[in-house]
């Protein structure tokens, strides 16, 4: 039982590229997110999804894409990679509006 | 719209101190509240939650926080730090239905000996 798995755990990538990250959950849970983790920010939601086939924007959502095809993958897409991209990016699940969000180990990615 | 507020961006204390990190929130319906600690190089571990049964939430490493709806607090303490509880620790609401969870900035803690 792995919980939140995301990969790659680093990347760095030249402004104007393009990338996906990846993550996976096996705990069968139905809403899932991306959090962006910036100094002194906190954590900031950029996009969410309740189900598969089912997405929203969160508070920072320009410059990335999402999908959910399937209830345990929920990838995040950067369109064109700039450097106020550069953060730690979270993964996360969560099985109902009083359960706690089960995280992954975080993406960490540099745009230069 | 739900927000959290920790006041203290950065709080130090010494080894066996009190320790107490301060959380207000703002939640149009009632809120669950939680409290997350992320140690460096790592994704976030749940401490401790309220959702809406005691008001005095005790979690994991002796961490303890009393909701108190009259203030709009879910304060962390413990009674007597230890060096590994150094780490950032992390206030979130969520409630109404659409399962978002918002979170406060964070509060580094750091332990001196």
């Excluded at chain 1, 919980?3 to 790659?8: A, E, I, L, M, R």
């Excluded at chain 1, 069968?28 to 920010?41: A, C, I, K, L």
């Excluded at chain 1, 086939?53 to 990679?81: C, K, W």
């Excluded at chain 2, 130090?12 to 959380?23: F, H, I, K, T």
Aim: aromatic share 12%; with cysteine; glycine share 8%.
């Amino acid at each position: 039982n792995a919980g939140v798995t995301q990969t790659p755990k680093f990347q760095v990538l030249k402004t104007g590229q393009s990338m996906t990250l990846q993550c996976a959950q096996d705990m069968n849970h139905e809403y899932m997110s991306w959090y962006r983790q910036d100094p002194g920010m906190g954590l900031r939601l950029i996009h969410y999804s309740v189900g598969a086939g089912i997405t929203d924007q969160g508070e920072v959502p320009n410059g990335y894409n999402v999908s959910r095809s399937t209830t345990e993958d929920f990838p995040l897409r950067l369109l064109s990679a700039a450097p106020s991209q550069t953060s730690v990016y979270f993964c996360a699940c969560r099985q109902g509006e009083i359960t706690e969000a089960f995280f992954g180990q975080g993406t960490r990615l540099t745009v230069v | 719209a739900q927000s959290v507020t920790q006041l203290g961006s950065h709080v130090s204390v010494s080894e066996g101190a009190l320790v107490l990190l301060r959380c207000n929130y703002s939640s149009s319906v009632p809120p669950y509240l939680f409290w997350y600690v992320q140690y460096p190089n790592q994704g976030l571990q749940l401490l401790l939650k309220y959702t809406s049964a005691a008001t005095l939430v005790k979690g994991i490493n002796g961490f303890e926080a009393e909701f108190k709806k009259s203030e709009t607090s879910f304060h962390l303490t413990k009674p007597s730090a230890h060096m590994s509880d150094a780490a950032e620790y992390f206030c979130a609401v969520s409630g109404g239905s659409n399962y978002k969870l918002t979170f406060g900035k964070g509060t580094l803690l750091t332990v001196n000996p």
